[in-house]
T-cell receptor, first 111, second 116 residues
Framework: AQTVTQSQPEMSVQEAETVTLSCTYD???????LFWYKQPPSRQMILVIR??????QNATENRFSVNFQKAAKSFSLKISDSQLGDTAMYFC????????FGKGTRLHILP | GAVVSQHPSWVICKSGTSVKIECRSL??????MFWYRQFPKQSLMLMAT?????????EQGVEKDKFLINHASLTLSTLTVTSAHPEDSSFYIC????????????FGPGTRLTVT
């Protein structure tokens, strides 16, 4: 069965620090997508970054990057130079023939 | 591009009444839409998958007669909470997949339902 696990329910870091959110998953599919979405206090879900499983290169979007380890089925999100606006709930999504997602990590950026 | 709207953004209804929430893809066609429920400070719960022109697929434990989903066109899906009770009060979010664009979801802004 497909699963997505986010092992860190809540994290706090100081502004400007780097933080890594973990996500592990399980799927029998060979072709799939992985996503990180953030949900700030406004509750609007926003796509942070996406990764196609067939691509070996880790996706990067400005301060956000992923460490995609396909064999280990790991898809962690690194936020560099964290900002107060990064405070949000972060969800890891797996998309293959179904949509599966983790329980989320609540990230607090402290001033 | 790829904007999803929800209407209403906030609704209060009396116990026993029904309420309809609309989810629209404004600038793209969506063959598949999803409905989620979220409690305060809680994770998301996928309620159902809605495909245009066919019956919705409900997740285990979700009452299909309580939460009616209709995906009548490529840009509109509706969720009707029938005979609402206070325990149905929640934040409901829809998302849509754009045709031919893989499994990236575009999320609506959500609807806060309060049943009194």
């Amino acid at each position: 069965a497909q699963t997505v696990t986010q092992s860190q329910p809540e994290m706090s870091v100081q502004e400007a620090e780097t933080v890594t959110l973990s996500c592990t998953y399980d799927t029998s599919e060979s072709n799939y997508y992985l996503f990180w979405y953030k949900q700030p206090p406004s509750r609007q879900m926003i796509l942070v970054i996406r990764q196609e499983a067939y691509k070996q290169q880790n996706a990067t979007e400005n301060r956000f990057s992923v460490n995609f380890q396909k064999a280990a089925k790991s898809f962690s999100l690194k936020i560099s130079d964290s900002q107060l606006g990064d405070t949000a709930m972060y969800f890891c999504f797996l998309g293959d023939d179904k949509i599966i997602f983790g329980k989320g990590t609540r990230l607090h950026i402290l001033p | 591009g790829a904007v999803v709207s929800q209407h209403p953004s906030w609704v209060i209804c009396k116990s026993g009444t029904s309420v309809k929430i609309e989810c629209r893809s404004l600038d793209f066609q969506a063959t598949t839409m999803f409905w989620y429920r979220q409690f305060p400070k809680q994770s998301l719960m996928l309620m159902a998958t809605s495909n245009e022109g066919s019956k919705a697929t409900y997740e285990q434990g979700v009452e299909k007669d309580k939460f009616l989903i209709n995906h009548a066109s490529l840009t509109l899906s509706t969720l009707t909470v029938t005979s609402a009770h206070p325990e149905d009060s929640s934040f409901y979010i829809c998302s849509a997949l754009e045709m031919g664009r893989g499994s990236e979801q575009y999320f609506g802004p959500g609807t806060r339902l309060t049943v009194t």
